[in-house]
């Protein structure tokens, strides 16, 4: 009987660690350089940017201790509100906007034309362009003397100042975000086109329904986890938008009269240019809050359009 019991015992907890280290040993192994670049790259500085955002910190000097005192000041500081302003605006024009004109290339470059892989190369190259050349070259085709303006003025039109009126700058710099970040959502969309089954198109044709119709309800629904992602993602990279900003706006200032002034801009501005890294802190946990707000909005939301969620 002692015998049966010693055999059918279960095994204690440290001959399970036991058994699962040596079985999963490699795996861990392989893992562990990700995770510690992720612990000392992001965990750490998210640790301490949130300790700094309660000091007073000119890099130069002691951090001194000021509690709520930045935060406070993020209701109060009219160019704080001004700039979370232009980042709301850059992100409601910029995401629906990269959305439909994607979707759209998306469709066309799902077709069977000449050329194709040439022109699905050269929607993506804007992607990989380094920022500073792509704002160089806008700079110039926008400029007084540019094309755009030499084109108006060829036609009897008068001359805009794109990105030194307060009317247009900040527009014209969420239209050339579009523009550059175009060709990711179109590789995504066409990606998730390319998996809609032919036969279900097929069978909607048979039942008599429109390209329309077939668009709207079988492909539309099936391609929804593509555009859920390209959307949450979409609105976290419009919220941050710095380096079109730093590049395009005027004297890299963020002008004119801070028009095109955003929240990753005025971080910056905050941290590097004024010293004061415990506002800037502070600001970027602000922003942070903000994001995970929308971004748990908009996964409570998908339950209601996205296929295949209950």
Not at 83 to 110: E, M
Not at 168 to 191: E, P
Request: aromatic residues 16%; without cysteine; hydrophobic residues 50%.
């Amino acid at each position: 009987m002692e015998i049966t019991r010693s055999i059918d015992a279960p095994p204690t907890f440290s001959q399970k660690l036991k058994r699962n280290f040596r079985k999963y040993f490699w795996g861990y192994f392989f893992v562990l350089p990700s995770l510690l670049i992720i612990v000392l790259f992001k965990l750490v500085p998210l640790i301490v940017g949130f300790g700094i955002s309660f000091s007073n910190w000119s890099l130069l000097s002691s951090p001194e201790f000021v509690g709520l005192q930045n935060y406070a000041k993020l209701f109060t500081d009219p160019t704080t509100v001004k700039v979370f302003g232009n980042t709301s605006y850059y992100s409601a024009i910029s995401v629906p906007l990269n959305l439909i004109f994607s979707l759209g290339l998306a469709l066309a470059l799902n077709q069977k034309i000449k050329g194709l892989a040439f022109f699905r190369t050269a929607y993506y190259i804007p992607v990989v362009a380094a920022s500073v050349a792509v704002s160089a070259i806008w700079v110039w085709l926008l400029s007084n003397f540019g094309i755009l303006n030499t084109f108006l003025t060829s036609i009897g039109l008068k001359s805009v100042n794109f990105l030194q009126d307060t009317k247009y700058a900040l527009t014209t710099i969420t239209l050339v975000d579009v523009w550059k970040n175009l060709g990711f959502n179109v590789v995504v969309f066409l990606a998730a086109l390319q998996d809609v089954p032919e036969e279900l198109r097929d069978a909607a044709r048979v039942d008599g329904a429109s390209n329309m119709g077939i668009f709207r309800n079988v492909t539309l629904p099936l391609i929804s986890p593509a555009i859920f992602f390209t959307a949450v993602m979409g609105v976290i990279g419009s919220l941050q938008a710095f380096d079109l900003v730093y590049n395009m706006s005027m004297k890299h200032e963020g002008g004119p009269a801070r028009a095109t002034s955003t929240v990753g801009f005025y971080v910056w501005q905050n941290a590097f240019k004024y010293s004061k890294m415990g506002y800037a802190a502070a600001i970027s946990f602000g922003l942070m809050a903000i994001l995970l707000v929308l971004t748990i909005i908009q996964w409570q939301m998908r339950r209601k359009w996205v296929y295949g969620e209950e």
